[in-house]
Structures are given as structure tokens and as C-alpha cells.
């Protein structure tokens, strides 16, 4: 069975550019979330959707959005970017959400 | 507010001795716990998780015990290999129907062959 995939693996933008990751769940899975870790805070939760709602947000701000589509693939969209927008970003699967999470490589974001 | 807390930066440890990595969590409300290892760059991978039911849970080399009324888990190691060597997180989740995680800071682990 094939893991989490996420893509791409690595990007550079531009402050104030808007980017799109893609995360492609373990086959069967109908929850996704997405993790941001940077050094200073550690792994935060931004949102986590299922059968294509968001269930879950975390504390970030607006410019941060989601979706989930029908096959369960969701993506993650940040505007207008900031220089502390620079992070790894995961994206993890799981059952129902209620079950273990597992996680995608991860997609390293340099914003410059 | 941390609500779930690694107190300890990192550890090093002998191979072949016991590594014993801590957590611990301040919401009662958390009813699962998981723990992953992490190498730089990659996706956590997840090791083994607990119910807020049980007080031992074991896999092979890893054991995870939970003391509910201390609020806090351990993880441990038998016996500790170098391969082991990588950043350990803890992780609680709450009762409601969600998948969200919530992350201790981490743990580097060193195991010294």
C-alpha cells in the first residue's frame, strides 16, 4: 500500500506570492490533516478535513485555507506570503481521524 | 499554553541499554497518545500509541506506558540501537471526533554505539 504523498518536495517563493501543496492520502483514508514545523514552534496543527469538510482548524491566520476533494487528495493554500511562512509542511492520514496519523515526507517551504 | 511538554531537549544512551523518553500533558480531556520518531527533513513515522484505557502498550523493543493521574507517558526503548538515533515526539489527542494531534516539542535521542 502506498504511503502519504506529498508534493512537491521543496519550493522557493516570493513574499507576497501565493502557493498550493498537494497531499495524497493513503488509499482509503478519508481524514487529512496538515502540520507546520518550524524551530521555534514545534509541529502546530493548521486544519484537518474529512469526506471533503474542514472538522478542525488551528490558530492560523485566514491566508492559510484548505480543501479536501471527492478521492480524499487535499491541498493546502497560503497567500500572500511572509518571510515566516518558511517551514516544513506535513500532511498526515488516517482511517477516520480517529485512529493513528501517518505523515507524508513533507513539503520544505523557503519563502525569500 | 504547551499542553503536551517534553521536558527534556534530548538524551544519549549506550546501544544495547534502555532509552526512556517522557511526556507529559496538562488537558484531561486527551484520551490518545502517540509517539513518533522523525529524522531531519522527513516525515514523522508513527511508533506506537496508547488509550487513555489501558497503562501499557507494547511493540517489539517499544513500550509505552501512561499514568493517568501523573498525566504522563514514557516511551521506552529495549534495547537501544544506533538507528534508533532521531527526534522522538509525543502527541495527545482529544475525545472529540477529530484527527487533530497535538505535539510535545521533541526529544533528540542519541544512541552511542
Known amino acids: 500500500k502506498a504511503g502519504v504523498t506529498q508534493t512537491p518536495r521543496y519550493l522557493i517563493k516570493t513574499r507576497g506570492q501565493q502557493v498550493t501543496l498537494s497531499c495524497s492520502p493513503i488509499s482509503g483514508h478519508r481524514s487529512v490533516s496538515w502540520y507546520q514545523q518550524t524551530p521555534g514552534q514545534g509541529l502546530q496543527f493548521l486544519f484537518e478535513y474529512f469526506s471533503e469538510t474542514q472538522r478542525n482548524k488551528g490558530n492560523f491566520p485566514g491566508r492559510f485555507s484548505g480543501r479536501q476533494f471527492s478521492n480524499s487528495r487535499s491541498e493546502m493554500n497560503v497567500s500572500t506570503l511572509e518571510l515566516g511562512d518558511s517551514a516544513l509542511y506535513l500532511c498526515?492520514?488516517?482511517?477516520?481521524?480517529?485512529?493513528?496519523?501517518?505523515f507524508g515526507q513533507g513539503t520544505r517551504l523557503t519563502v525569500v | 499554553d504547551q499542553q503536551v511538554k517534553q521536558n527534556s531537549p534530548s538524551l544519549s544512551v549506550q546501544e544495547g541499554r534502555i532509552s526512556i523518553l517522557n511526556c507529559d500533558y496538562t488537558?484531561?480531556?486527551?484520551?490518545?497518545f502517540l509517539w513518533y520518531k522523525k529524522y531531519p527533513a522527513e516525515g514523522p513515522t508513527f511508533l506506537i500509541s496508547i488509550s487513555s484505557i489501558k497503562d501499557k502498550n507494547e511493540d517489539g523493543r517499544f513500550t509505552v506506558f501512561l499514568n493517568k493521574s501523573a498525566k504522563h507517558l514514557s516511551l521506552h526503548i529495549v534495547p537501544s540501537q544506533p538507528g534508533d538515533s532521531a527526534v522522538y515526539f509525543c502527541?495527545?489527542?482529544?475525545?472529540?471526533?477529530?484527527?487533530?494531534?497535538?505535539f510535545g516539542q521533541g526529544t533528540t535521542l542519541q544512541v552511542k554505539p
Open positions: 502527541a495527545a489527542k482529544g475525545s472529540s471526533n477529530t484527527g487533530k494531534l497535538i
Open positions: 488537558n484531561s480531556m486527551f484520551d490518545y
Open positions: 498526515a492520514s488516517s482511517l477516520t481521524g480517529q485512529s493513528e496519523a501517518f
